[in-house]
Nanobody, 121 residues
């Protein structure tokens, strides 16, 4: 019913930048929250950033002003601009969306397939 397609991961040197994108498609009525989690090897998944449809944002403490989340509501797309990347930012980054479906009540969370971000020292 709903697909989240991610792009933009890759390999970058410490201090570099990457921009992740995630577009939601399918039988979507509205999207309340879009955001990103990440999971490093043998670590728990942690929130990177989230943005509500009205524009308010939240970030993980480790971001410390380095990342910026934004979205284009008309395109059901969320972006994560990551600057000043560090080796400890290496992880699989997962996009998610909390949304409602056409002709169906309730709110559902959907996840992207994940995109690898590797930061070399």
């Amino acid at each position: 019913q709903v697909q989240l397609g991610e792009s933009g991961g890759g390999l970058v040197q410490a201090g570099g930048s990457l921009r992740l994108s995630c577009a939601a498609s399918g039988s979507i009525s509205s999207i309340n929250v879009m955001g990103w989690y990440r999971q490093a090897r043998e670590m728990q998944r942690e929130l990177v950033a989230r943005i509500v449809s009205g524009g308010s944002t939240n970030y993980g403490d480790f971001v410390k002003g380095r990342f910026t989340i934004s979205r284009e509501n008309a395109k059901n797309t969320v972006y994560l601009q990551m600057n000043s990347l560090k080796p400890e930012d290496t992880a699989v980054y997962y996009c998610y969306a909390d949304l409602s479906l056409l002709r169906q009540s309730g709110t559902y969370r959907y996840w992207g397939q994940g995109t690898q971000v590797t930061v070399s020292s």
